[in-house]
Structure formats: structure tokens, C-alpha cells
């Protein structure tokens, strides 16, 4: 009996020190983050496009953290720079990502602001990018006739148009590129060593 009152006592101590340190420090480390004048809030149009990035795994092949110079070439990639925590103030949950079976998505609003490219890309990405293994949302989209207005129609490249019909991006499709495009964060941030000084002037006052 007291040998399971020892390892009920060792489980307790482990699962307290594992809390402190993967759940209170870092909140307490966090804690006073502040979003970078650069970002915005999403719009509730990115919003449900960031749920539809989520309910189609673009998350278990696509990371949204680009590192450091000194850890990985992400820099020369043409990822950006390596992201600060303020970079992902409105992100619930965070969607870094721990696989790259394809490119880092963190910045591709910038790398690549056409909307019209990304819905092609969605329909088809080796029309854009040959060679690529990323599959294809064709469920994204809808075949007709002919365009309705206000349809979206899709420009595909030569040869992957369906003939004689056109591509028309579904509200999901649209949604989901609004969100790509936010994923914009090569604005300036401040050193570390600006922001404490800002936090200090702040509380003088």
C-alpha cells in the first residue's frame, strides 16, 4: 500500500512540474504580448476561411513559422523573417504546424497577393506549380455551362480549362483565399529592447 501511495505521490509531482512548465510559464512569459502595429484583426470573410483551411489538414502539410537565419534557410526560401509571438495575437488556436511537406504559409499573402493564382492553385496546383504532390479541391468548385452573375470564374493556364464550360470558386474556395492573403506579416516589428523601453515610458506615466 505505501508503494502506491509513493507512486501516486511521484505521478502528482510529475504532472505538477510538467503543468508549471509547458503551461503557467509560458502563459506568464506571454502574458502581456502586445499585437505588432502592423497586424490587424481577421475579418469574419477570413475567419471562415481560416475554418476551412483547418477542415481540410492544410495544417498537416503546410508549418506558419518560418525560422530564424541562424536555425533553417526559411530566409532564403523567401519565407520572411522569423516570426515574433505578437505575429499570431489573433490566432485561436495557433496553427504553426510541424510538417513541410509543402512551403511555409505564414507570409504567402505577400509572396503571392493574387487571389486569382491562389484559386487556380486550389483547383488544380500543378497547372501552376509542375511537379507538385498537393492534391487538388475540386470539390472547392463548380463546373457550369455557363457563368451565373456574380459568379467567380476561375482563369486556369492553357490546356486545364474544361472545354466548352468554365470554374466557378464556391463561397468556401473564396473564403479560403481571403485567409491565404491575410497571412501577410512582413511588416517591421520593434527589438526587444524597444519594446521594454516603450513598456518602462509607459508605466512612468
Given at each position: 500500500?505505501?508503494?502506491?501511495?509513493?507512486?501516486?505521490?511521484?505521478?502528482?509531482v510529475?504532472?505538477?512540474?510538467?503543468?508549471?512548465?509547458?503551461?503557467?510559464?509560458?502563459?506568464?512569459?506571454?502574458?502581456?504580448?502586445?499585437?505588432?502595429e502592423?497586424?490587424?484583426?481577421?475579418?469574419?470573410?477570413?475567419l471562415?476561411?481560416?475554418?476551412?483551411?483547418?477542415e481540410?489538414?492544410?495544417v498537416?502539410c503546410?508549418?506558419?513559422?518560418?525560422r530564424?537565419?541562424?536555425?533553417?534557410?526559411?530566409?532564403?526560401?523567401?519565407?520572411g523573417?522569423?516570426?515574433?509571438?505578437?505575429?499570431?495575437?489573433?490566432?485561436?488556436?495557433?496553427?504553426?504546424?510541424?510538417?513541410?511537406?509543402?512551403?511555409?504559409?505564414?507570409?504567402?499573402?505577400?509572396?503571392?497577393?493574387?487571389?486569382?493564382w491562389?484559386?487556380?492553385?486550389?483547383y488544380?496546383?500543378r497547372?501552376?506549380?509542375?511537379?507538385?504532390?498537393m492534391?487538388?479541391?475540386?470539390?472547392?468548385?463548380?463546373?457550369?455551362?455557363?457563368?451565373?452573375?456574380?459568379?467567380?470564374v476561375?482563369?486556369?493556364?492553357?490546356?486545364?480549362?474544361?472545354?466548352?464550360?468554365?470554374?466557378?470558386?464556391?463561397?468556401?474556395?473564396i473564403?479560403?483565399?481571403?485567409?491565404?492573403?491575410?497571412?501577410?506579416?512582413?511588416?517591421?516589428?520593434?527589438p526587444?529592447?524597444?519594446l521594454?523601453?516603450?513598456?518602462?515610458?509607459?508605466?512612468?506615466?
Amino acid at each position: 500500500m505505501e508503494s502506491e501511495y509513493k507512486l501516486l505521490s511521484g505521478a502528482m509531482v510529475t504532472l505538477a512540474i510538467a503543468t508549471a512548465t509547458l503551461v503557467v510559464l509560458p502563459y506568464m512569459q506571454l502574458s502581456d504580448v502586445t499585437p505588432p502595429e502592423g497586424l490587424k484583426p481577421y475579418t469574419s470573410q477570413q475567419l471562415r476561411g481560416r475554418e476551412v483551411y483547418i477542415e481540410n489538414g492544410c495544417v498537416y502539410c503546410h508549418s506558419q513559422q518560418p525560422r530564424s537565419q541562424q536555425q533553417a534557410p526559411d530566409f532564403k526560401r523567401g519565407w520572411g523573417r522569423a516570426p515574433v509571438a505578437g505575429d499570431y495575437y489573433y490566432d485561436h488556436p495557433h496553427l504553426l504546424g510541424t510538417m513541410r511537406t509543402g512551403p511555409d504559409l505564414l507570409n504567402i499573402g505577400a509572396r503571392q497577393p493574387s487571389a486569382d493564382w491562389n484559386l487556380g492553385h486550389l483547383y488544380q496546383p500543378r497547372a501552376y506549380v509542375p511537379g507538385s504532390i498537393m492534391p487538388s479541391y475540386p470539390f472547392l468548385f463548380e463546373i457550369k455551362d455557363k457563368a451565373d452573375k456574380g459568379d467567380r470564374v476561375i482563369t486556369l493556364p492553357p490546356g486545364y480549362e474544361p472545354v466548352g464550360k468554365v470554374v466557378v470558386a464556391r463561397p468556401e474556395a473564396i473564403d479560403l483565399v481571403e485567409y491565404l492573403l491575410s497571412l501577410d506579416r512582413t511588416y517591421p516589428i520593434k527589438p526587444p529592447a524597444e519594446l521594454a523601453d516603450n513598456a518602462a515610458s509607459g508605466e512612468a506615466k
